[in-house]
């Protein structure tokens, strides 16, 4: 049986080669920090903030429930440590918050592969084929072996997950996990996401029910899309759930109102996915 998750974006480091607090930067109009945490709350329980002592009173990290360091100066395997010692019995998905790129599909993806029985699940770097310990889950298994690994002088996450028994799977995305540590990184992701979002895109509220909530994994979420009508918009959101109904099997409604599957969508629009009704 899985271990409960728990969600925990690393927001602790010094910010010394951006020159400004990264956490803080925008993008798509809100700060890294309060984007990281709304693509975790869509798929944990509970979802924290890792913090350094100092920036505990920080305005942008106090809107959210915090762990603070225990150890210093030992960079963010120290968030993961403190994360697991105040909730030992809990798995962890870590996300660092320089990851501008990171979308739910992969994150949607990374959870489907998550193998419990292994101590971490996470990527292999599509740039140089290494875990992305910044992008991963950790089961409680892994509190043991980590704190001993960091009793032993070593601090890098990387290095541990190349040593554990890890579960490994390819990105979907291979710049999803592209972080942004400097000015120019920032600008470069930045144009990324402007040329990735088609000038038509639509902003799309989506709930799901019975067996569409339980393969999505979700209630409800928002999308922006280039769909244009409730057929494309479920075909593209299939590439990213195990969708199994056909749509000919479902109804669908727009804006509390059955609708038609070819129906033009717009902008701010809610779109619901009915499953066949169960029973006789």
């Known amino acids: 049986m899985s271990a409960p ?7 602790g480091g010094r910010s010394t080669r951006m020159g400004q607090d990264k956490a803080a930067l925008r993008v798509a109009g809100k700060p890294q920090l309060e984007r990281t945490a709304a693509l975790l709350a869509a798929h944990v329980l509970e979802t924290f903030v890792s913090v350094r002592a100092d920036q505990h009173d920080d305005p942008l990290r106090g809107r959210f429930a915090q762990i603070v360091d225990t150890r210093a100066n030992l960079g963010p395997i120290a968030g993961i440590l403190a994360a697991q010692e105040r909730h030992p019995d809990k798995a962890w998905l870590v996300l660092a918050c ?15 592969a998550r193998a419990p029985q292994r101590l971490a699940t996470a990527f292999r770097s599509s740039h140089d084929g290494l875990p992305e310990p910044l992008c991963a889950v950790y089961e409680p298994a892994s509190r043991a072996a980590l704190a001993a690994y960091v009793a032993r002088g070593q601090h890098c996450p990387r290095k541990f997950l190349m040593s554990a028994d890890v579960e490994l799977i390819d990105q979907p995305d291979p710049r999803a996990l592209d972080n942004a540590n400097t000015p120019e990184e ?16 639509r902003r799309i509220t989506v709930q799901y029910y019975a067996l569409l909530r339980e393969q999505a994994g979700r209630r409800e979420e928002s999308v922006l899309t280039a769909a244009r009508t409730p057929r494309e918009l479920y075909t ?8 199994s109904l056909d749509p000919a099997v479902l109804r669908v ?8 599957w070819s129906a033009p969508l717009a902008d701010g629009d809610s779109i619901v996915f009915i499953p066949p009704v169960a029973g006789g």
Request: hydrophobic fraction near 55%.
């Open 5 to 11: 998750l728990y969600g925990l974006v690393l927001a």
């Open 236 to 243: 593209e959101l299939a590439r990213r759930y195990p969708f």
């Open 186 to 201: 920032y600008a470069s992701a930045m144009n990324a996401l402007e040329e990735a979002v088609p000038a038509a895109a």
């Open 253 to 260: 409604a727009i804006n509390a109102e059955f609708g038609d």
């Open 98 to 112: 320089d990851l501008p790129l990171l979308d739910e599909a992969s994150l949607a993806f990374l959870l489907r």
